[in-house]
């Protein structure tokens, strides 16, 4: 895993940017699209802004997918990914994707909908994944214990209280009844598939899990874990999310 941590005024984020659109950038010199997948979340706001206005990057060749999205929340809702991606990814680009295939979080049938999605991710191989890491240690809504052998692209999981509680702190969410209990999330298996995994973590509330997931054993009780198995992953922190690293 190559580790930066930003100890200058540079966000991780903007950092985190300038790796995955020159990743974007060679993948399509090599070929004709690049597939990309995308987080919502605190962490992701920095590096969506300077992501949109990266040069260089024909987005009319690029296909994009959603990590996760809130069962029972529909794309109009202010705190559904789908208006986050919206509103922080599509609008601000210079020129339509190629395609962006969406969660309906308001299906009838969340498991009929991880299936719809998943068998147009399974068409595609992902070039490059930006991802988080939660409070509890998940990537996308795979809570702890995560499912480390589905193969499935898209799946229904349960999320749990820390989860939920971190939503509200980061003020997505009024209160806790008003957060879902559940969620479409593109499975760990499905992540690691990604050629490129670009991870941008910040500010102390995220140390712990940082720690666990860098340092600790693989394990399926700190999903971010598995992220030590991926040849090609990349994680950006500031000084606040690496507090808790050993430091050499």
Known sequence: MDITV?????KPGVLAAEAGAEHLRQVLKAKSRAVVALAAGSSQIVMLEHLVRSPGIDWGQ????????????????????GRYLQERFIDGLPSDLAAF???DGAAEDPVSEAVRVSRLLQ????????????ENGHIAFNDPPADFDTEEPYL????????????????????????????ISM??????????LICTVSEERKAEAVKAAIEGKVTA???????QEHENCQLFLDEAAAMMLSRE
């Open 156 to 183: 229904v999981v349960d999320l749990d209280e820390r989860c939920r509680q971190q939503q509200i702190n980061e003020g997505w969410f009024p209160s806790l009844e008003e957060v879902p209990d559940e969620a």
């Open 187 to 196: 499975s760990v298996r499905q992540i690691l598939t990604s050629e490129r």
């Open 221 to 227: 009780q700190v999903p971010a874990s598995i992220l």
């Open 123 to 134: 068409r595609e191989a992902l070039d490059v994944a930006f991802i988080g890491i939660g």
């Open 101 to 103: 295939h969406g969660i």
């Open 62 to 81: 690029v296909i994009a997918f959603p990590l996760d999205e809130y069962v029972g929340l529909s794309a109009k809702h202010p705190s559904s990914f």
């Open 6 to 10: 930003c100890q200058t005024t540079e």
